[in-house]
């Protein structure tokens, strides 16, 4: 059966109310995320308008002309190549609302318990939510319309791509694109779970403060053997996410 449908004129009313709604749910959508609130929070999720692409740019290596000179001494000349970009395509995403003109006629008044439009727009906000993370945790599964997933940016063997295309287009090849890595197979979570985690930390730092990870993100039963490992060290001195409503 064919549902009667409404057709709207984008008014004042109609343009003020919806955006002020649409702002709401874009907002809570990367709120209710820990890893993206953290993002928002250190000001990491930036805002890009326009362009046939996103780029980033990648310093790959370093100056190897440096020379320790004597009186008269020469140093070369040599011009070199240091920095390239990596660049991603954009992704777009939608999910429909669809609005009836005789639900908002039966929906209001004293007959009214909930709020229809207001109920769809809290159950769509919470569809983004649950897919928006599903995304974010996984590699991407459908080509080119999804974003790269944290196990494509962060893979458990980094010298090939599970997605079977390079991150950035820059290749897997290049070592030094390439995530640090290590295993724990066969190794004692008692024994070896903390300083293993320092060295990775050390690893991905490599002797610069500046780029000292400040987020860890794991599944529950890591964070539980984790926990077990610390549990008599650990002190809670950072209320942020306790504040954003996260444990």
Same mark, same amino acid.
């Given at each position: 059966?064919?549902?009667?449908?409404?057709?709207?004129?984008?008014?004042?009313?109609?343009?003020?109310?919806?955006?002020? &709604? @649409?702002?709401? %749910?874009?907002?809570?959508?990367?709120?209710?995320?820990?890893?993206?609130?953290? =993002? @928002?929070?250190?000001?990491?999720? !930036?805002?890009?308008?326009?362009?046939?692409?996103?780029?980033?740019?990648? %310093?790959?290596? #370093?100056? +190897? /002309?440096?020379?320790?000179?004597?009186?008269?001494?020469?140093?070369?000349?040599?011009?070199?190549?240091?920095?390239? *970009?990596? #660049?991603?395509?954009?992704?777009?995403?939608?999910?429909?609302?669809?609005?009836?003109?005789? +639900?908002?006629?039966? /929906?209001?008044? @004293?007959?009214?318990? *909930?709020?229809?439009?207001?109920? #769809?727009?809290?159950?769509?906000?919470?569809?983004?939510? $649950?897919?928006?993370?599903?995304? =974010?945790?996984?590699?991407?599964?459908?080509?080119? @319309?999804?974003?790269?997933?944290?196990?494509? =940016? %962060?893979? +458990?063997?980094?010298?090939?791509?599970? $997605?079977?295309?390079? %991150?950035?287009?820059?290749?897997?090849?290049?070592?030094?694109?390439?995530?640090?890595?290590?295993?724990?197979?066969?190794? $004692?979570?008692?024994?070896?779970?903390?300083?293993?985690?320092?060295? &990775?930390?050390?690893?991905?730092? !490599?002797?610069?403060?500046?780029?000292?990870?400040?987020?860890?993100?794991?599944?529950?039963?890591?964070?539980?053997?984790?926990?077990?490992?610390?549990?008599?060290?650990?002190?809670?001195?950072? #209320?942020?996410?306790?504040?954003?409503?996260?444990?």
């Amino acid at each position: 059966m064919a549902w009667p449908t409404l057709s709207e004129t984008l008014d004042n009313l109609y343009t003020t109310t919806w955006q002020h &709604m @649409k702002s709401q %749910v874009r907002d809570n959508i990367f709120n209710a995320i820990p890893f993206w609130f953290w =993002l @928002k929070n250190k000001g990491k999720l !930036k805002p890009i308008q326009g362009g046939r692409w996103i780029s980033e740019p990648v %310093v790959y290596d #370093k100056n +190897d /002309n440096v020379t320790w000179l004597t009186k008269g001494g020469t140093t070369p000349l040599n011009d070199y190549e240091f920095m390239t *970009i990596a #660049k991603y395509d954009w992704r777009y995403v939608a999910i429909p609302i669809v609005r009836f003109g005789i +639900d908002d006629q039966q /929906n209001r008044g @004293k007959a009214q318990i *909930i709020n229809f439009m207001n109920a #769809k727009l809290e159950n769509t906000k919470n569809s983004l939510i $649950s897919d928006m993370e599903t995304t =974010l945790f996984q590699a991407k599964t459908s080509g080119d @319309k999804e974003p790269f997933g944290l196990q494509d =940016l %962060v893979q +458990d063997t980094p010298t090939s791509n599970p $997605s079977g295309g390079a %991150v950035g287009e820059i290749p897997s090849t290049s070592t030094w694109w390439r995530n640090q890595y290590t295993s724990m197979t066969g190794k $004692s979570c008692s024994v070896y779970l903390v300083s293993y985690m320092r060295t &990775m930390l050390n690893k991905c730092m !490599k002797n610069l403060t500046m780029d000292a990870p400040d987020i860890i993100v794991t599944g529950q039963h890591p964070y539980e053997l984790y926990e077990d490992e610390t549990m008599e060290q650990k002190q809670i001195v950072n #209320k942020t996410l306790g504040d954003a409503g996260f444990q």
